[in-house]
């Protein structure tokens, strides 16, 4: 069996190094599991909004602008909706809703959500295995000013205004890893955290006692790299969250959430004064250039983070 290479991804900051993996490792040396935290179902459909993101940024259908959809949708499908009294909050794409429209079905056929993502991946000619954290649903529900609300509805609707005071992971404890990312917690020679929001990304994955048990006991590398940029986040509420939440917004802020779990810790050169305060955590800290504009900046920051765990 190959080498492998384990990373662990949100949607638009975890594509973006996932791609840069995927540029330079071979489809049998990568594995990508992907945050499933953020499901919902819209006009009864099964949503994955990050493993969305993940297969088409390798599909290369990705919309830039956007971070998530497809790159020239259209909207036609979601405009007749609203005219049927739908709420329609949540923007679907008439070509992203086939995506939807397939994986419902292909559940409802009986297979599981590493089985539909796989069809779904092979047909959109994504080579690199991309798979859920886990087939069991978990659901990432915000305690915020207007109530209990799930991530998209935070996320989307509320464009992540509403004050957050706590964040729970609901049917994560009783969660198994998907199988082929058990595997890649027992056989990976390097692992890498991509750069994904540390609550509303990595947490569910960090929630699942086997995927947090796999890490601790990781035989190779782990290497997490930093989704903030001189304390803040590069988009997204990363840094309002870890802020309402208590922790220090900060690179430093991020490196203790991984305490225990983390062998290097990749921080911008902006972040370098910080470097003393990761390492005295038991980490190693590394500054690197790690904002991913260009394709060229995803592949150097990938092949610096593989060169770190070892690869
Ligand atoms: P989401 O599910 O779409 O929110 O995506 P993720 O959780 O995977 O990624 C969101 C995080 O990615 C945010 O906290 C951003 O700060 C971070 N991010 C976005 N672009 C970059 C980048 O180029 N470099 C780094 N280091 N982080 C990034
Ligand atoms: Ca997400």
Redesign the pocket.
């Known amino acids: 069996m190959a080498d492998k290479v384990l990373a662990l991804?949100?949607?638009?900051?975890?594509?973006?190094?996932a791609l840069g993996l995927a540029r330079i490792l071979e489809p049998d040396e990568l594995i990508i599991a992907v945050?499933t935290g953020?499901d919902d179902c819209f006009h009864g459909l099964n949503v994955s909004?990050?493993l969305d993101?993940v297969m088409y940024t390798l599909a290369g259908l990705a919309n830039p602008e956007t971070?998530?959809g497809l790159a020239g949708d259209t909207f036609q499908a979601l405009e007749m909706l609203r005219r049927y009294g739908a709420n329609t909050w949540f923007n679907l794409g008439d070509r992203d809703l086939a995506t939807h429209i397939r994986r419902t079905q292909l559940l409802r056929e009986g297979a599981n959500l590493s089985q539909a993502t796989a069809q779904l991946c092979r047909s959109l000619g994504v080579r690199h295995q991309v798979v859920p954290m886990s087939d069991d649903p978990v659901s990432t529900v915000l305690t915020t000013s207007l109530g209990e609300l799930p991530m998209q509805q935070y996320?989307v609707q509320h464009k992540s205004e509403p004050k957050v005071t706590a964040v729970h992971y609901r049917g994560a404890e009783q969660a198994l890893p998907a199988p082929a990312l058990a595997q890649a917690l027992s056989d990976a020679d390097v692992v890498v955290l991509?750069?994904?929001?540390p609550i509303?990304?990595?947490g569910p994955m960090l929630a699942i006692p086997g995927i947090r048990q796999g890490l601790l006991n990781a035989a190779g590398h782990t290497v997490v790299?930093?989704?903030?940029?001189g304390g803040a986040?590069?988009?997204?509420p990363?840094?309002k969250l870890m802020g309402e939440l208590g922790h220090q917004i900060s690179s430093l802020g991020v490196a203790r959430m991984y305490l225990g779990l983390c062998d290097i810790f990749v921080i911008?050169h902006q972040d370098a004064a910080l470097a003393a305060e990761i390492d005295a955590l038991g980490m190693r800290a590394v500054a690197e250039s790690?904002?991913?504009?260009t394709e060229d900046?995803k592949i150097a920051?990938a092949r610096r983070v593989l060169d770190l765990g070892g690869w």
């Open positions: 991804a949100g949607g638009v900051g975890g594509a973006k190094l945050n953020d909004p990050d993101t971070g998530w996320f991509c750069p994904s929001n509303l990304s990595l790299v930093s989704p903030l940029v986040a590069l988009r997204g990363a840094a911008d790690i904002i991913m504009n900046d920051l």
